[in-house]
């Protein structure tokens, strides 16, 4: 199976505009059977309530602009957008063929200030068999894996928007490395981690301005993890590309976790900053987002 995972750049903005770019790389590419977006692809990643103008109605347009996609240039296609359903508004995933939608997945935790928060499930079924979807920081905890470990599948998407400082590139890869070499040693099955490039809009919350104060970017380092992969080169720089045997497998040994995330981190900084400045957003949210999705609705009237 041919699979590209395509470095998207944060800094285009506009729907539109971010359609005709993203089409432009899949023209490019070279027999795609699968092209995996980043994080919120056709938005661009707008850790803020900014990314609310842009929310799709249950999915519709993201739909139409994917299958379009996937019928003219034959391939299936993973796509990340804001969505807006029930006056609540989501960070989702969803995987188009030819033929149809074959489902979408919702990022379980992740910007609490913009997104709801829930126990999403984290598998779509596809005739290449059943994949595994991470959608940003899910990818990191355990929540993700208690949701496949039991699952018979195919291939493991990673779509991240991960900021991280630039400064500190080779200690970013080997965590990447680290997450992606457990996923493979326990499934035995490709991992597709694409990246967003690009500067990083600002995100509320003390965890937000930490990175702005850092100088916190998107840095890409998206890559295919899988050793029996054939890389694909191409004349796209944005592309990664590989071929690769695909075959629906059950997990052969377990992950250790340490306080839910994949990797070791600290305990003060998870515990007493990152929770808290969670249980912060997710108030924020509750307080905001009605009136929002109210006059969205309205405005769509």
Request: aromatic fraction near 12%.
């Amino acid at each position: 199976m041919r699979v590209f995972a395509l470095e998207l750049n944060n800094e285009i903005k506009g729907i539109k505009e971010r359609e005709a770019y993203i089409e432009g790389l899949i023209a490019k590419l070279p027999e795609p059977d699968l092209v995996v977006l980043p994080e919120l692809a056709l938005c661009s990643f707008m850790p803020n309530q900014r990314i609310w103008q842009y929310a799709d109605d249950k999915g519709k347009e993201t739909t139409e602009w994917a299958l379009r996609m996937a019928i003219k240039y034959n391939t299936y296609i993973g796509v990340g957008y804001c969505d807006m359903e029930y006056k609540d508004f989501y960070n989702r995933y969803m995987v188009v063929g030819p033929k149809g939608v074959c489902g979408a997945v919702a990022q379980s935790e992740g910007i609490s200030a913009v997104f709801r928060r829930g126990d999403f499930k984290n598998t779509i079924v596809t005739p290449f068999g059943k994949i595994a979807v991470a959608v940003g920081y899910d990818f990191r905890l355990e929540h993700f894996y208690e949701n496949i470990k039991d699952e018979s599948i195919s291939m493991i998407l990673a779509p991240i928007a991960s900021p991280a400082d630039p400064a500190q590139i080779e200690r970013e890869k080997k965590e990447n490395d680290l997450r992606a070499s457990l996923y493979n040693s326990a499934f035995d099955v490709p991992v597709v981690y694409v990246n967003s490039v690009g500067a990083l809009d600002e995100m509320p919350g003390k965890v937000g301005a930490s990175m702005t104060r850092r100088g916190f970017r998107l840095n890409g380092l998206s890559r295919i993890y899988f050793e029996k992969a054939e890389t694909i080169e191409t004349d796209v720089p944005e592309a990664t590309g590989a071929e690769l045997p695909v075959h629906s497998k059950r997990r052969v040994r377990d992950i250790p976790f340490y306080s839910g995330h994949l990797t070791p981190g600290s305990f003060f900084y998870r515990t007493f900053v990152i929770k808290r400045d969670a249980m912060w957003a997710v108030k924020y949210y509750g307080k905001n987002h009605l009136a929002a999705a109210e006059a969205l609705e309205a405005a769509a009237e």
